[in-house]
Antibody, heavy 115, light 115 residues
Framework: QVQLVESGGGVVQPGRSLRLSCAAS????????MHWVRQAPGKGLEWVAV????????YYADSVKGRFTISRDNSKNTLYLQMNSLRAEDTAVYYC????????WGQGTTVTVSS | QPVLTQPPSSSASPGESARLTCTLP?????????IYWYQQKPGSPPRYLLY?????????GSGVPSRFSGSKDASANTGILLISGLQSEDEADYYC?????????FGGGTKLTVL
């Protein structure tokens, strides 16, 4: 079945970096754009970034532009989010989601930025 | 980025219908965009429900019951999620989303209580 599994979350100090991964299975990964969406504790959904099916186009929310980088490896069916210069306000559950409709979501990985 | 306005809460009784709204800012015409809807229950990732552009261009998520439907009110510049025949399992947070340009925008979410 179609599945997305995030990993790489954890507790990190402000200013440090973290890389999240999203392993995809059950569909032709290389045919779909992919998103990262986050949800701070007790808050709503916040879109983070999107990458086109071939990685040629990438767009970011203003809140992460210049600090986060989305990428993908279609040979490994894996999506990434490199997060640099992390701030306390980046604390959230990070989800990857498939396609234009965001019609499949992973279970999420938790990132906590705290000293 | 535009702000999609959703009422923080709504309630209805089992068997009744719930009408959840998503109002777009005045400079974005609801008639020009797909409106996507997601359901999220506590401790779970969001679930894609459906998208609505027009009566001839709409789509239901995989396994989503037909009692979930979308529409628009052009006079109010609003997208609508209608849930008919409410069940206790429909109690959840509901988010709308649009993709107006190179950034995805989510509404703040509506917490639906089934009384």
């Amino acid at each position: 079945q179609v599945q997305l599994v995030e990993s790489g979350g954890g507790v990190v100090q402000p200013g440090r970096s973290l890389r999240l991964s999203c392993a995809a299975s059950g569909f032709t990964f290389s045919s779909y754009g992919m998103h990262w969406v986050r949800q701070a504790p007790g808050k709503g959904l916040e879109w983070v970034a999107v990458i086109s099916y071939d990685g040629s186009n990438k767009y970011y929310a203003d809140s992460v532009k210049g600090r986060f980088t989305i990428s993908r490896d279609n040979s490994k069916n894996t999506l990434y989010l490199q997060m640099n210069s992390l701030r306390a306000e980046d604390t959230a559950v990070y989800y990857c989601a498939k396609g234009q409709q965001l019609d499949v979501w992973g279970q999420g990985t938790t990132v906590t930025v705290s000293s | 980025q535009p702000v999609l306005t959703q009422p923080p809460s709504s309630s209805a009784s089992p068997g009744e219908s719930a009408r959840l709204t998503c109002t777009l800012p005045s400079d974005i015409n609801v008639g020009s965009y797909n409106i996507y809807w997601y359901q999220q229950k506590p401790g779970s990732p969001p679930r894609y429900l459906l998208y609505y552009y027009s009566d001839s261009d709409k789509g239901q998520g995989s396994g989503v019951p037909s009692r979930f439907s979308g529409s628009k009110d052009a006079s109010a510049n609003t997208g609508i999620l209608l849930i008919s025949g409410l069940q206790s399992e429909d109690e959840a947070d509901y988010y709308c989303m649009i993709w107006p340009s190179n950034a995805v925008v989510f509404g703040g979410g509506t917490k639906l209580t089934v009384l």
